[in-house]
Nanobody, 130 residues
Framework: QVQLVESGGGSVQSGGSLRLSCAASGYISTYSDYYMGWFRQAPGKEREGVAAIARDGSTSYTNAVKGRFTISRDNTKNTLYLQMNSLKPEDTAMYYC??????????????????????WGQGTRVTVSS
């Protein structure tokens, strides 16, 4: 079974940086692993897509993090990364890694939609203090 393990979360001051990592194990086909993504969920709020990356390196970001976060993946290591710079208190959330993302234009299965992903990690907490 596919397993995802996130790491790199923690507490930082506003303006600081963190790099999240997600190590994937278990076989994921090229088709099902077309996208990997990062999602976050703050207390009392719905889960939102933060960033996604296709196997070919193309990326997608939610507007709230554009210019501050960078997603990357190492296909040989089956590892996903999220470099987070200029962190803000509103970035505080549990961050989840997801893979097995298959998207379709014109449908609900978009790179930043949780519905597109089959496998999820347990989450790593990010807290940004003012």
């Amino acid at each position: 079974q596919v397993q995802l393990v996130e790491s790199g979360g923690g507490s930082v001051q506003s303006g600081g940086s963190l790099r999240l990592s997600c190590a994937a194990s278990g076989y994921i086909s090229t088709y099902s692993d077309y996208y990997m993504g990062w999602f976050r969920q703050a207390p009392g709020k719905e889960r939102e897509g933060v960033a996604a990356i296709a196997r070919d390196g193309s990326t997608s970001y939610t507007n709230a993090v554009k210019g501050r976060f960078t997603i990357s993946r190492d296909n040989t290591k089956n590892t996903l990364y999220l470099q987070m710079n200029s962190l803000k208190p509103e970035d505080t959330a549990m961050y989840y890694c997801a893979t097995g993302g298959v998207t379709s234009s014109g449908s609900s299965y978009t790179p930043l939609s949780a519905l597109s992903y089959r496998y999820w990690g347990q989450g790593t907490r990010v807290t940004v203090s003012s």
